[in-house]
């Protein structure tokens, strides 16, 4: 079996997993050594294929769009997994009262179980092997439901998966919002959903059938702002990369900019002359990624005409102002934006990039605090106290400070959303303990005070019981 593509397969893969669990439900520290190297030399291995198969989904995608955003950060991924696992797999020591003395605690970390994936198309193998390596180093099975949008890097990947894996342990699904459907109706032991909110309400509405616990990581539009005492053009070497990569189709990428009203037009400045040097041509330019399909591209066409016909400055940063027939479009600034604009109320996943001045800082922060909390917040400042403003009176599910986007590959970091961004974290320690249960172990030895306590009532231990412990 490659891959899944009938609602049958999935129903009979997921009891053959369930099974296979069942006859190893804490699958070794060798064994979990064994899983993540194998998943490191797929992707090793098979380099030039991901790229070839990645671009030919996009309609061209940039190889080292692909180097970056999907084989290096899985490879890190999984190379922090190993090196860590040992002492994840450690039971953790938890402190015992007095009053229950002599007694031990601890938490030891038993696999879920059977874990279902819910892979997006924009970073297609990274989404998937990210919560796969820690759901292995973990010790569940997981079953993989790739996007309809990425056929040919499915069937890249359930042809590797199953060379390495058998099916009973890492299985992948392909089809189309049916089986996605199906998918999320399966009573697997948890179910981890990267995509968009409106769809994160689908999944979790259909785990909650089998109460079937999730982690959804989300979207939304993630601010900037810009202090007024930072160097314009140095605010911008720090924002460009994590809204570029992929052509904006990253849902951490700088979705929206505040900054300081009397330097809008600089920052425009700034931009067009970084952007230029990264692309000085969009559409011969083997660096520049397309948008995925027309359906996106002409969505990202019509937040566009919208936000012009309402007033907005439309500022494409090169001359090739971008083309239909080959989807590529350079980084364009939206100035003079409103709320009243879709620009302003859609996650846009591409290539725009509003600018908001503001006179206070406050502006920005009562703007973003109106909203629906974001996955990622940025901060371009050298001024400690205003880093620290910001940071306490906001909410994001992450943020980087004179950064874009590279905490979510930082490995060390939890990644995850709040809010309508996402709830529950993964990558690193965070990521093991999501795919795995945390069970209390109270242990008591030959000796035992308990019975101290046992009825009749109102002897006086209970009476000094009660006087030393409830103060």
């Not at 990425?150 to 099916?167: E, G, Q, R």
Request: hydrophobic share 40%.
């Amino acid at each position: 079996m490659i891959e899944i593509t009938s609602q049958e397969a999935l129903a009979e893969t997921f009891l053959q997993q369930k099974a296979h669990f069942a006859s190893n439900t804490y699958p070794s520290y060798q064994d979990r050594i064994s899983d993540l190297t194998k998943l490191k030399a797929i992707l090793i291995d098979n380099q030039e294929a991901f790229i070839d198969a990645m671009s030919k989904d996009f309609g061209h995608r940039s190889a080292d769009d692909t180097r970056l955003g999907d084989i290096l950060s899985s490879v890190m991924g999984i190379n922090y997994a190993i090196k860590k696992l040992k002492g994840w797999m450690k039971p953790e020591k938890k402190h015992i009262g007095i009053l229950f003395q002599p007694a031990k605690g601890k938490v030891v970390f038993q696999p879920k179980g059977v874990v279902g994936i819910i892979a997006p198309w924009n970073y297609p193998v990274f989404l998937a092997f990210g919560p796969l390596t820690t759901a292995l180093a973990a010790g569940n099975t997981a079953m993989i439901k790739m996007s309809e949008f990425t056929p040919h890097t499915n069937v890249l990947l359930a042809d590797l998966i199953a060379k390495h894996f058998s099916h009973k342990q890492v299985a992948i699904v392909c089809g189309e919002a049916e089986m996605a459907a199906a998918f999320s109706s399966v009573a697997f032991d948890h179910l981890f959903f990267t995509g968009s909110t409106g769809v994160g309400k689908l999944v979790m509405k259909a785990a909650a059938e089998n109460l079937v616990p999730v982690t959804l990581e989300l979207g939304g539009k993630s601010p900037t702002i810009i202090d007024e005492n930072i160097d314009i053009k140095v605010a911008v070497s720090r924002l460009i990369l994590g809204k570029t990569l992929n052509s904006g189709q990253t849902c951490v990428a700088p979705d929206y900019i505040f900054c300081p009203e009397n330097k809008v037009a600089e920052l425009t400045q700034a931009f067009k002359d970084a952007y230029q040097n990264m692309y000085p041509n969009t559409q011969d330019n083997t660096d520049c990624t397309c948008i995925i399909n027309k359906s996106q591209k002409a969505r990202i066409d019509d937040l566009l005409t919208d936000a012009k016909a309402k007033g907005a400055n439309i500022i494409p940063l090169t001359a090739d102002s971008g083309d239909n027939s080959s989807r590529k479009m350079p980084l364009t600034i939206l100035t003079n934006v409103n709320d009243d604009m879709s620009v302003m109320q859609q996650e846009i996943f591409g290539p725009l990039l509003p600018i908001i001045g503001y006179k206070k800082v406050e502006e920005a922060i009562t703007y973003i605090n109106s909203k629906p909390r974001p996955l990622a917040l940025y901060i371009c400042s050298f001024n400690k106290a205003f880093q620290q403003y910001i940071l306490l009176n906001t909410h994001a599910g992450g943020v980087c400070i004179n950064d874009a986007a590279f905490h979510v590959i930082n490995d060390d970091l939890p990644f995850g959303g709040i809010g309508a961004s996402g709830m529950g974290q993964y990558h690193g320690s965070e990521g093991f303990k999501t795919f795995s249960h945390g069970k209390a172990v109270l242990s008591r030895g030959r000796i035992s005070l308990g019975a101290l306590l046992f009825p009749p009532f109102g002897k006086k231990i209970h009476q000094l019981v009660y006087k030393l412990f409830i103060r």
